[in-house]
């Protein structure tokens, strides 16, 4: 299994931008010293978050880094322009050395849709005449209409579907042949295996093989259970009830935040430990290839989110790579 990290960037009151992108680097450059697969960095458009394009970001990250997989998380491809999205990933894994990645779905906001003169009405239109369009320029370095684009990377980056709750976009990616990114955020992951069986299903019927999964949630790892949930709750509590006042959430309480970070609840908040057995819980519902736990909601401090990475990466990795190769 791989295990990585993935970041909004959530810029922290009084912090600049540009501290924040720098934070975001060493975030990247500790995940790879301490042996994760993955590392994303999302898109987003509004001043809360201080990455809006993913590809320059990762490409600061490659320059700063090894061995490790860079990915977006995601890029909002109704909105984009599928040519020049293709160039930036391209120059991306040439000067990562073939680690680029991409995650495409519809992302947290939708922002990028007026700022770029899109109606979020056709949001699953342009999805899928976009990702039509990408997927044959990845695959063939030309446009439908036979034009080249440049320049030529070497082995076709890995695309993955961002899927949030659309069994639909599950389906779409498995009659495909790409790899599917769960988000899991709330509720007990077991609702979600439905999703995992239409992807491998669709793809199935297709004529493809398995495809991969991985399973995308909010996490925090301390030394204590305690720590990791003081820590981490009044910043990840403050992120998620701004945004539920705009989408007409409850407020999120204690209490719920403790119970998500139990077995059977959503979130990776914990010891090491923990962690690793909720992971491998999940393996046995959905037999997935990755995780992917974001530190960073609300703004974590910093010091205390490069605890984290390091504890994931050289407590938690080691432990659950072992278990399954049990």
């Not at 880094?65 to 160039?87: D, E, G, K, M, Y």
């Not at 695959?139 to 993955?160: E, M, N, R």
């Not at 498995?174 to 992951?189: K, R, T, V, Y």
């Not at 050289?314 to 278990?323: H, S, T």
Request: charged share 20%; aromatic share 8%; glycine share 10%.
């Amino acid at each position: 299994m791989e295990l990585g990290v993935f970041t909004f960037a959530d810029i922290r009151a009084g912090e600049t931008a540009e501290q924040r992108l720098r934070e975001v680097v060493e975030e990247a450059e500790v995940a790879d010293e301490v042996g994760l697969d993955v590392f994303g960095v999302g898109e987003h458009h509004r001043a809360e978050y201080a990455v809006s394009a993913p590809a320059v970001v990762l490409a600061a990250a490659a320059a700063r880094t090894s061995r490790i997989r860079l990915t977006s998380a995601v890029t909002v491809l109704s909105s984009a322009n599928p040519v020049r999205l293709h160039q930036q990933f391209a120059t991306l894994d040439l000067l990562s050395g073939g680690r680029a990645e991409m995650m495409v779905g519809r992302g947290s906001f939708i922002e990028s849709f007026p700022l770029f003169g899109f109606d979020l009405r056709d949001y699953d239109r342009l999805f899928e005449e976009k990702l039509a369009e990408l997927l044959q320029i990845r695959a063939t370095g030309v446009t439908a209409a036979g034009q080249g684009v440049y320049p030529l990377a070497g082995d076709p980056y890995p695309v993955w579907v961002a899927v949030g709750g659309t069994p639909e976009s599950a389906v779409r990616a498995g009659m495909l042949d790409l790899p599917m990114a769960l988000a899991i955020i709330g509720g007990q992951p077991e609702r979600f295996t439905p999703f995992a069986e239409l992807h491998r299903r669709a793809a199935a019927e297709a004529g493809h093989e398995r495809p991969r999964l991985s399973i995308n949630s909010h996490g925090y790892i301390a030394e204590t259970t305690q720590e990791a949930l003081d820590v981490s709750y009044p910043y990840v509590s403050a992120a998620m009830n701004r945004i539920g006042r705009e989408r007409g959430w409850p407020p999120m309480q204690r209490p719920d935040y403790d119970a998500a970070a139990t077995l059977r609840g959503a979130n990776f908040v914990g010891t090491p430990e923990q962690v690793v057995e909720k992971i491998l819980f999940q393996h046995e519902l959905f037999g997935h290839d990755r995780v992917m736990l974001q530190f960073t909601v609300g703004g974590s401090p910093h010091e205390g989110v490069l605890r984290s990475i390091e504890l994931f990466g050289r407590e938690v990795a080691p432990a659950v790579r072992a278990a399954l190769a049990s």
